[in-house]
């Protein structure tokens, strides 16, 4: 049940409604005018909420459910016991997802400038924007319209943000160009300095990092995540990528559309990434790699050499994925002895 | 030596005074009336400090203690050198707690609500607080009392936040409902959208995170740490969480009492955690998991399946203890043939 | 080509004063009053630009160069295609980072107090320095001259910072004396809290940490990382030292001079490095090591044990690196069978 301190509930719903917006199929069970209050989990869900079946696995919890209503497809509807509605549809996944958008709605503030905001004058703002308390915004720097500047946020000298931006509390951007509809998660930092210097005579002297941080469309950065912006030539995330909490992503590393890296992985500086690459949690990357379009990289391995397209791949050193797990079996079998 | 520019000394304490606060007994080294300014390292302790000797691997400092006095146990009394007096505790580590406690204590701001401070209408706070520069509370947001929201740190929109608790420089708390004495270090996240969303088409359409971010009391999470709200269901962190640095605990999951999670640490979505569970530094663990109680998991492992209560395991994926040694040993006797 | 709106170009430059800033011979090809308008890479440098070829795995970038000029050294100059104008030099990287330094300058904010910020009366801010937004400084704070304090950041009672030193954007500095030339990036967190904790009937109380974070000169602490103070001794990190983005240090840790310290590595408690030890990314220490001077600590390693001066290691747990490549290759030799 979501806590109205946090969400709108713009429920309720009558099954009919719903059957609507999930576009699914009522199942003789059905009471088109009974009322749906809330979403739940299975196990959860009680007389007057509706709950989602998408995964065999869970067919246990299936059998046990409380709910008036379980939203299910065509080969799993025979778990949900006798009495609860099932409403039917192909993709019972993307149905939630339809279900969740249109019965909850985050408070969004209203448009408005903070009086403690800093804004300098040569800064450009859009217009229907909400720029928080103590929000930085330095000379030259462009936002555009209906974007969400949340309080602490700073916005470095001349970077440019798209429309409908979405910067989290004290998250940090600079020399950065970013495209429309991305969220910035609350303390993200892009556009740092990169890792870069030469060690002469013991010193380390830094190596001027000149490039920038580009941002596509669509792309989310999650909270306390680190991307630096280039030396020489220019970072770049592709449209719609999807970046977890703390990831490290170095100096003139290139991604392109639509990558997922999840949680704590480490990418070092002037990596290549195609299209659609999947990265498990706290993988790592070696400098100068190419990972082609649709590979997977599970969770922790250490890639040190180049990943072909569409390949699967695990451990450090990475290898096939079945190869590791023959490493995996053929180390468990014959340690033992 | 501590520096009293960052810490009272509420000393010189008498050695009469020490035997009273750590329930000490004198040997014949000591005069009671001797006083004691300062705790030290074995190594640094002189002739106005006192030191502390628990860690029976640590005996080759001990017998070159310059110390006025040294705290140990029965046992390992007799590695002291003459001269020094020595007071006998059963818990050494524990003795050392108590004069710590006794004799230093941090400069803790008066309570105050900082004119830059911006707290909105409706949130409510508890007495005897202090609110620092710059800190925002947001709309129906309800702080405790006797809480200290240090400078920069955010409250988000109806959260709760309990007694006697601290909330550190550029922290961030949105979604959230918080126990009691809980201490929230400075730029830690919770309470983000957690890493949800449907692939469709080719795009990452996200899926609303509707669920919140239950803390239970006496929770500490370290610095930039992040806990990602629940995505329908709630995110748990239970009573007597330890939760140390850069740490991921990611939407849905659920954590016991008294579990203790090492830095850089990352939870994948929806695992359950038993109480007292320990996770040494940079372990990983996939989604769905179960850890039961008192279980423990090795630096570095990566969690692919459950762990049975009160299991020490390790390595990636992770295997009982005993098996990951001899694992480590067969790899390094046969690959040098 | 780097973008004005975030970088100062000093150039155009004349070959003829390319090489006075460089130090280097011309070649037959070159006119020395040809301009140069910028630095670019070797793939996109163009005709008004200069590029620089100093790694030999390069060779296939260098043949198809179409830039106006090339710096390279005597043995790799032969690769480059006629028409492009040849400066030779010893080091071509080093030759890089003076033009790139001479070329291009960051702007750097006017001094100032910005209007929002908080400075406690007993706190002392040295000569030429930049305050900015929203900046709070403690009670009895002492910044030296020539600072850049950026907007956000936070400076703790009685911390000492020197001279030239640069705190970014939302950083945290708390129980802190810091030498001079030092630059702690955007959201790093230095002097918080160690975790120590003794349980004590199923409690874990927590240990004061009364001890300091030391930082000696030109020291740099990447993005969001961080670097807890000691618990009673002190954490030290010695001259030089670089730290990548999200690297946590614990209490007591203590580094030599110009030691590298790349993303995403974790060292435990009381750890004791010499002067230049590098770690690569993702590494994990073991808290009580000590790690010789020199010694190179491959990528994601687990490091359980002391390691020597001047040796490389590599793997979890780690060994001598010739023992790593070793086990890899006898594992995919006899896995596959």
Redesign the interface.
Known sequence: M??T???KNNGPFTLEQIAKIIGAEFTDSCNPKDKIYD???ME?AGSNEICFFYDRKAKEKAVNIKAKACVTNQDLQSWIPYGISVLVVDNP??A??KL??AM?A??VPENMV?E?A?IAKTAKVGQNCYI???V?IE??ALIGDNCRLE??C?IG??CKIGNNCRI???A?V??TIMGNDCYI???A?LG??G?G????G???????Q???LIIGN?V?V???S?I?RGA??DTIIGD?C?I???V?I?HNDKMG??C?I???T?I?GSCTFGD?VVCG??T?F?DHLTVGSGAQIG??S?IMRDVEAQTVVMG??A?PFK?FM???????R???K
Request: charged share 20%; with cysteine.
């Open positions: 979501v806590d301190a946090f969400f979403i739940a989990t959860k996944k993307l939630f997802l969740n958008q909850y985050e408070y903070h403690s800093t928080g308390a103590n930085v000379d030259d309080a602490n700073y000298k001349g989290g509390v004290g940090y600079t020399y998660y609350a303390g930092k740092a300095d890792f210097f030469n060690t002469i013991g010193k380390h002297i830094r190596i001027p000149v490039g920038r669509d989310e999650g909270a306390n680190c630096d020489l030539d719609g999807r977890d909490n703390l490290q170095a559309r639509g997922i999840v949680s704590q480490g070092a659609y949690g706290q790592g070696a969770a922790q250490g450090t050193p290898v190869d023959r490493q995996v079996s053929f180390l468990q014959n340690s033992k």
